[in-house]
């Protein structure tokens, strides 16, 4: 039963959607767009982090950290560059002249959402590299909303558009992928193991239990 739900949730992975989070470091904001990420589908997130911030991966919800998986970058230019080589639209979420209403994208195109530090939201670096600028909507006194629920936003209209385009239920990730997650959630302790010792994973039968008679030897091996 845990495998299959583990199946279903990776058939509604969407490879061509991410978020790419320039100098955002606090760590509740990065719980809840990682926790976001994998709500609506999303398996990787990309980053850049200020100098001088070390991240690290228990600063995210411990529960979704352990199925996004959050790539840090170099440099801005450097991450975006492999963005746009991925074939990803890149919109960031930023106020400018050429801003346009966030719901107004067509999010079933191979996207990426850049978005912006807690203090001065997206820089001026990333405004320029970014194929779009996107704003949602205000009529209060406030002028931006906290970047975690910005993010929400924006990814839930990706995931309404995608929905209504029947984008989920399939998977599009790599089968190799797809036995690796499966293999680390069903078996952690060894996972564990092979880690430590630098040995591949054993593989499974069609009910995620080891069917590995050649793995078994080598672990024995091993031990003695």
Known sequence: ERLQKILTLLSNRQPDLTVFMDEVHKPHNLAAIVRTADAVGIGHVHAVFPEGVRYS???TSSGSKRWVT???HETLKSGIAEMKAQGMQVLAAHLSDKAVDFRSIDYTKPTCILVGSELVGVSDEAADLADEHVIIPMVGMVQSLNVSVATALILYEAQRQRSNAKMYGECKIPQ???DEICFK???PTITKFCDKHQIRYPKMDEFGDID???WNQLRKQIKK
């Open 176 to 178: 190799a992928e797809v």
């Open 212 to 214: 590995d008679p050649e």
């Open 185 to 187: 959630a069903l078996h």
């Open 70 to 72: 959050t790539h840090k």
């Open 57 to 59: 991966g228990h600063h």
